[in-house]
Every structure is written in C-alpha cells, then in structure tokens.
C-alpha cells in the first residue's frame, strides 16, 4: 500500500543553520508529494509540492526535490530562522480526488 | 484554494457527552474529509464527507461514534458521540476538488475531554 516515512524527531538548531528533513514514500504510480507546515495551536498550511520526477517545489526558502530513483522527497533550508520552529508533514496523493497519506511528521525547534 | 473556517477552536467537554464540529468552505469543493490528529501523532483520516449521502468511514471508525454530515457542497459537521478521555485530540477538515491532489485544511478544533 501507500505510506510516508520520515525522519523522527524532533529536530533541534540554532538559528541560520542548515536544515534537512528527510522523506521516502512507497506508492504505486506516480503520485504528487507534498510538505505541510503546522504552527504551534494552528491547523496545517501547504508548503509546498511537486507532482512529478525532478521537479522542485519551493517556498520560503525551503526546497524539496521529487526524486523517484530514490522515492525520497527531503525537505531543505539553508537557513532556519526561529519562526520556522512548528512540525512539519510530508504527505502524498496517489490520486486526484483522494485523501492524503501522510508521515508521522516531525517537529523543528529553532532556538537564537 | 478554497478557505475553511472551521469551530469551535477549542472546547473541554464532560466525558459521556456529545460536540458537533463544523467545517465551512468559501466556495463549492467536490470532497470534505475528517481527521483524527492524536497528541504527537500524525492525522488519521476519520472518514469522506459525502454531499447527499452516508460519509465512508476507514477501518476503526464508526457512524454510531462519528456520524457526519454534509448537506450541501460548502459545509460539513462532524459529531464526536459519548466523548471518553481518549476521544481528546484535534479534528480538522479538509477539501479538495475532485480533479487536484493539493488538500487545504481548517485550523482544526482542540479538543479535551475530561
């Protein structure tokens, strides 16, 4: 079946380092992948997508790289800030119009 | 994209007791879904709200714990029925249409019950 793994956490820096959260899936076809950002106390917020091999979704800063050779999807940042601290989800659908599957998310805390 | 408000935000409830959760969406979306997001635990699909007829339930949950509703193609309840401490999570909706992948969500409602 569908699934996401991603790396537990959680996930501790210091402001301006660098930040990778990885991400494998296993899924039949060619499903579009996603990172979800949730805030502290709020609900989830897209970050960002890809819905091919090789294509990079981006935002903010982050990156993120369909990679299907390696079903992997990590997410990246060159430099945190203290505001990115929240949990971040990656997620995929296998289908349009169909729920999605997510990771377990992981929690980033960015201390100045 | 379509823009959920979704209530209450937050609510302590009595255990044996019953909340309705509402999801409204800014404009006609195919598909509403239901999740489950349990203290440090990813989301968990309850079920698919349906426009019009019975919701489909995934494997653990039930109508008779979490009937839901959805009379028309904006707006989705979900009931947490006879609430026990275990039912203390966060539910969110979700829409999607029916031809994308990329799902928005509501800020989710906190619930405790105690």
């Known amino acids: 079946g569908n699934s996401v793994t991603q790396m537990e956490g959680p996930v501790t820096l210091s402001e301006e380092a660098f930040l990778t959260i990885n991400c494998t899936y296993t899924?039949?076809?060619?499903?579009?992948l996603f990172w979800y950002v949730q805030y502290p106390g709020e609900g989830l917020q897209l970050l960002l997508k890809?819905?091919?091999?090789?294509d990079k979704g981006s935002n903010k800063g982050f990156e993120a790289t369909y990679r299907k050779e390696t079903t992997s999807f990590h997410l990246e940042k060159g430099s945190v800030q203290v505001s990115d601290s929240a949990v971040y989800f990656c997620?995929?659908?296998?289908?349009?119009?169909?729920?999605?599957?997510f990771g377990k998310g992981t929690t980033l805390s960015v201390s100045s | 994209s379509a823009v959920i408000s979704q209530k209450p935000s937050r609510d302590i409830c009595q255990r044996g007791t019953s909340l309705t959760i509402q999801c409204q969406v800014d404009?006609?979306?195919?598909?509403m879904f239901w999740y489950r997001q349990q203290p440090g635990q990813s989301l968990t699909l309850i079920a698919t709200?349906?426009?019009?007829?019975?919701?489909?339930?995934e494997s653990g949950f039930v109508i008779d714990k979490f009937p839901i509703s959805r009379p028309n193609l904006t707006f989705s309840t979900l009931t947490v029925s006879n609430m026990s401490p275990e039912d203390s999570s966060i539910y969110l909706c979700?829409?999607?249409?029916?031809?994308?992948?990329?799902?928005?969500f509501g800020q989710g409602t906190r619930l405790t019950v105690v």
């Open positions: 404009s006609q979306v195919t598909m």
């Open positions: 709200a349906n426009q019009g007829s019975e919701a489909t339930y």
């Open positions: 979700s829409d999607l249409q029916e031809a994308d992948t990329e799902a928005f």
């Open positions: 890809a819905t091919k091999a090789d």
């Open positions: 997620a995929l659908s296998n289908q349009a119009g169909t729920a999605l599957i």
């Open positions: 899924a039949t076809g060619y499903p579009s």
